[in-house]
């Protein structure tokens, strides 16, 4: 009995001292990079999704066991517009931007416009029926390609662009 008590105070004082070393790490590192926080507060700011105020476009997500594609793979559309990617087929499919091709000054507000339910940065969520759609505002985002893929077809080179004009 008296070997339980003292594993048990062991491992709560283990735990607080694994729990009070990561909030520590975490406050240094953002105060020793003020540089790096100032670029990350603008995206930070645009951490709010900005409404469609132009047209959407509608993009299939298909599968067929050959082939998985946007339908169109690429499209240009004018800044404001939206695009409502649905699964028409072989799902699972999702949306996703490559962060290292997305320009800095873009990222926060591109992945705010791709709604609350992502499955990680520049990533929709996970969709998994037939019929199923996520809508992305292009509302903010400057003129640019950018390149499109679906996470669990990427092997399979389900890939496309969108063009952003002004």
Same mark, same amino acid.
């Given at each position: 009995?008296?070997?339980?008590?003292?594993?048990?105070?062991?491992?709560?004082?283990?735990?607080?001292?694994?729990?009070?070393?990561?909030?520590?790490?975490?406050?240094?590192?953002?105060?020793?990079?003020?540089? %790096?926080?100032? @670029? !990350?507060?603008? *995206? #930070?700011?645009?951490?709010?999704? &900005?409404?469609?105020?132009?047209?959407?476009?509608?993009?299939?997500?298909?599968?067929?066991?050959?082939?998985?594609?946007?339908?169109?793979?690429?499209?240009?559309?004018?800044?404001?517009?939206?695009?409502?990617?649905?699964?028409?087929?072989?799902?699972?499919?999702?949306? %996703?931007?490559? @962060? !290292?091709?997305? *320009? #800095?000054?873009?990222?926060?507000? &591109?992945?705010?416009?791709?709604?609350?339910?992502?499955?990680?940065?520049?990533?929709?969520?996970l969709l998994l029926n037939i019929?199923d759609a996520v809508t992305i505002?292009?509302?903010?985002?400057?003129?640019?390609?950018?390149?499109?893929?679906?996470?669990?077809?990427?092997?399979?080179?389900?890939?496309?662009?969108?063009?952003?004009?002004?």
């Open positions: 009995m008296r070997f339980l008590g003292v594993a048990l105070v062991s491992s709560a004082v283990v735990l607080g001292a694994c729990v009070g070393g990561a909030k520590q790490d975490a406050t240094p590192a953002a105060a020793s990079t003020p540089a %790096a926080a100032a @670029p !990350a507060a603008a *995206p #930070a700011a645009a951490g709010t999704a &900005l409404p469609i105020t132009g047209k959407t476009w509608e993009v299939k997500m298909v599968g067929d066991g050959n082939a998985y594609k946007f339908v169109p793979a690429d499209l240009t559309i004018r800044a404001g517009d939206g695009i409502k990617f649905t699964v028409v087929s072989i799902p699972p499919h999702n949306v %996703a931007f490559d @962060p !290292a091709l997305v *320009p #800095a000054d873009v990222k926060g507000q &591109l992945d705010a416009n791709m709604g609350p339910n992502k499955l990680g940065e520049l990533s929709s969520a019929g505002s292009f509302a903010g985002i400057k003129p640019g390609k950018y390149e499109i893929h679906c996470t669990p077809h990427l092997a399979m080179n389900m890939k496309g662009t969108v063009t952003v004009t002004p």
